[in-house]
């Protein structure tokens, strides 16, 4: 699995979106598709069995969706729902069986054909963990998850390496979860473990009460001070660079039609403030366009970083494939743009390799 194959799958998501889809339509259209990006060939059945049957105890002739096979043997077990059906704990039993019968598959899956949830068994031998450790979302895809991906594809298969980092991919995806819930309401105990720190007298309720306010904007200020001192790396370095010369001001007559936003500028400085690790940030040059706004590396429109697509209700950051095509992803906002730090990276790194 590449780039190019997330995008793929990206784009029939939004094909298909607002259409109804039954279970069958799902496993055709969006789960087959899944599973031919991992590598495998699905018209294979010594590959990709359909309908594989997984008799559990007294329980005979029970199917499961896919069964992924590597000699002979199911390694990963596909439960698909329809897509749009929410994907919770209560709809991880059948798969939970289905595991338990064949130890050789260290990986089940639950699926609607959008998200993805990957489960194993990290807490009890051959028992599928009532938790996942990782989810995907092609809709809204993470870069940090294609690693993990290309371990589970046909030509990579590395199960050691998926299962070792499985564990950490998994309690670090429940400590953010607690730690979100924490940040938007804390906990008796949590407040209390700051205002022990921070306040010198008793902890009374009073004092519990006063400090649940301030650890939340205390947090929250935090998190805002990281990344404001980003952009501000960026903003000096920005003016230091910035050329006032005549010549400057000397633009084409239709680039008066091109409107740079204030949002646009301060994504081209986010931007710069996340590469300044790998390139010198006077290098990262904006140039904007009628219908996107370019991400340049010296200046030059034969090294395009990335593209931004602000102008319409929803944002998109557009990066260039290997076969030069662009794949635009969706962002919610411009802190979206700290998770895309590797895409970015490869982009300026690709041009001195």
Same mark, same amino acid.
């Given at each position: 699995?590449?780039?190019?194959?997330?995008?793929?799958?990206?784009?029939?998501?939004k094909?298909?979106?607002?259409?109804q889809?039954?279970?069958?339509?799902?496993?055709?259209?969006?789960?087959? #598709?899944f599973?031919?990006?991992?590598?495998?060939?699905? $018209?294979? #059945?010594?590959?990709?069995?359909?309908?594989?049957?997984?008799?559990?105890?007294?329980?005979?002739?029970?199917?499961?969706?896919?069964?992924?096979?590597?000699?002979?043997?199911? +390694?990963?077990?596909?439960?698909?729902?329809?897509?749009g059906?929410?994907?919770?704990?209560?709809?991880?039993?059948?798969?939970?069986?289905?595991?338990?019968t064949?130890?050789?598959?260290?990986?089940?899956?639950?699926?609607?054909?959008?998200?993805?949830?990957?489960?194993?068994?990290?807490?009890?031998?051959?028992?599928?963990?009532?938790?996942?450790?990782?989810?995907?979302?092609?809709?809204?895809?993470?870069?940090? $998850?294609?690693? *993990?991906?290309?371990?589970?594809?046909?030509? /990579?298969?590395d199960?050691?390496g998926?299962?070792?980092?499985?564990?950490? =991919? /998994?309690?670090?995806?429940?400590?953010?979860?607690?730690?979100a *819930?924490?940040?938007?309401? #804390?906990?008796?105990?949590?407040?209390?473990? $700051?205002?022990?720190?921070?306040?010198?007298?008793?902890?009374?309720?009073? +004092?519990?009460?006063?400090?649940? &306010? %301030?650890?939340?904007?205390? %947090?929250?200020?935090?998190?805002?001070?990281?990344?404001?001192?980003?952009?501000?790396?960026?903003?000096?370095? *920005?003016?230091?660079?910035?050329?006032?010369?005549?010549?400057a001001?000397?633009? *084409?007559?239709?680039?008066?039609e091109?409107?740079?936003?204030?949002?646009?500028?301060?994504?081209?400085?986010?931007?710069?403030?996340? =590469?300044?690790?790998?390139?010198?940030?006077?290098r990262?040059?904006?140039?904007?366009a009628?219908?996107?706004?370019?991400?340049?590396?010296?200046?030059?429109?034969? /090294?395009?970083?990335?593209?931004?697509?602000?102008?319409?209700?929803?944002? $998109?950051?557009?990066?260039?494939?290997?076969?030069? &095509?662009?794949?635009?992803?969706q962002?919610?906002?411009?802190?979206?743009?700290?998770?895309?730090?590797?895409?970015?990276?490869?982009?300026?790194?690709?041009?001195?390799?």
């Open positions: 699995m590449d780039h190019s194959a997330v995008a793929n799958l990206s784009s029939r998501i094909q298909v979106a607002g259409q889809m039954n279970e069958a339509m799902t496993k055709h259209s969006l789960v087959l #598709p599973i031919q990006s991992l590598g495998y060939d699905i $018209f294979n #059945p010594a590959e990709v069995a359909a309908e594989f049957t997984a008799d559990v105890g007294t329980k005979k002739h029970e199917k499961i969706d896919f069964a992924i096979l590597r000699e002979g043997q199911p +390694v990963m077990m596909i439960e698909c729902k329809m897509c059906a929410a994907l919770d704990a209560g709809k991880c039993n059948q798969l939970h069986r289905y595991f338990m064949h130890p050789t598959a260290k990986i089940g899956i639950l699926t609607n054909g959008v998200k993805y949830l990957f489960f194993t068994d990290l807490e009890q031998p051959n028992i599928m963990d009532a938790k996942p450790f990782m989810e995907v979302d092609f809709s809204a895809f993470n870069e940090r $998850f294609l690693p *993990e991906l290309q371990k589970l594809t046909k030509d /990579k298969w199960i050691d998926a299962l070792s980092s499985a564990s950490s =991919l /998994k309690y670090v995806r429940e400590v953010k979860k607690v730690f *819930e924490e940040v938007a309401n #804390p906990s008796d105990g949590f407040v209390k473990y $700051f205002a022990s720190r921070a306040y010198d007298g008793s902890i009374t309720a009073k +004092v519990r009460e006063l400090f649940s &306010t %301030i650890v939340r904007r205390a %947090i929250n200020e935090y998190i805002n001070d990281q990344i404001n001192s980003r952009l501000d790396f960026a903003k000096v370095d *920005e003016a230091a660079s910035h050329d006032v010369s005549p010549q001001e000397d633009v *084409e007559e239709d680039k008066a091109v409107i740079t936003t204030e949002e646009e500028r301060t994504a081209y400085l986010t931007i710069k403030a996340i =590469l300044h690790k790998h390139v010198n940030p006077a990262v040059v904006m140039r904007d009628k219908s996107y706004c370019a991400i340049l590396l010296d200046d030059n429109n034969r /090294k395009p970083i990335c593209r931004l697509y602000f102008n319409g209700k929803k944002k $998109f950051v557009g990066f260039f494939l290997a076969d030069k &095509t662009e794949e635009k992803i962002i919610a906002g411009l802190d979206d743009l700290f998770l895309h730090e590797e895409r970015l990276k490869a982009a300026v790194e690709g041009y001195s390799a």
